[in-house]
Each structure stands twice: as structure tokens, then as C-alpha cells.
């Protein structure tokens, strides 16, 4: 069964050819303020296995890394759906707040460890880094 997700009110709707997906938890503060808790859990996809329906306003900000990171979220109940790095040409990362069924997701790794809030430590046995995983090469 290919994931599906939406935000919080229906507007935005997308779904992957994909039926499970990995990724990364980070605490940067972009998505500890855009979550309502410590962190966001994100899920990549190749952006040619996922359909979105529905107009997203974006907001772009530069990232520490010197990329520029756009987040699109829904113009009517606020919730965030998905972001693109130009550090990741080709990828698309789905909040995975956003799915149907949270449990088609598996967490690969935590980042920006250092910033998360005391009450707020990934429990899962995955690689934590203290910002960035080092880039490849
Ligand atoms: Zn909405
Ligand atoms: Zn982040």
C-alpha cells in the first residue's frame, strides 16, 4: 500500500508509489518551532515517487550548512508538509507528522542532537550527530 498523508485539514493531500520510508529526526530550531514539540521527524522521497495536491505557501531560509532550505505548508490550517534543500537536488522531505499512518516511517538517524531540549532525547538506537551527518566524499 503506497504512503498517503495530508495536512490537518484535507486541502493538501499526497501520495508515494513507495510503501515504507527512512529518514532523519532533527532539531534545528526551524523544525523545533514548526512542530509543537523538539523536533520534526522528516521522510525522504525521490521527488519523481510522490504526487501532492492541493497550493502550499513555501518559506525559504538559509541553513547553516549555506543551502537554501524551502518548507511548504498549507496556507489554511498552517500545518508544515514538506521540505526541498538545494543541498538535496532531487529529493523531497515529507513531514512525517503529515501521514496517514505514522508507523510507515523508520527513523535513520538524529541531527542537530546538540540543540535538542533536555526532555526532548531520541530513545531509538540510530546514529546521532551532533549537527549534520559529515557529508559523503
Ligand atoms: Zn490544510
Ligand atoms: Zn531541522
Redesign the pocket.
Known sequence: MPISGG??????RYESTEDKAGGGICHCDDCRKTSGTGHAAHAFFPADTITFSGEMKTYDHKSDSGNTLTRSF?P??G?SVLSQTTGMPGMTAVRVSSFDDPDRYSPMMVVYNKRAASWDKQQADIPHFDEMPPADG
Open positions: 495536512c490537518v485539514c484535507g486541502k493538501v498549507c489554511e490550517c500545518s
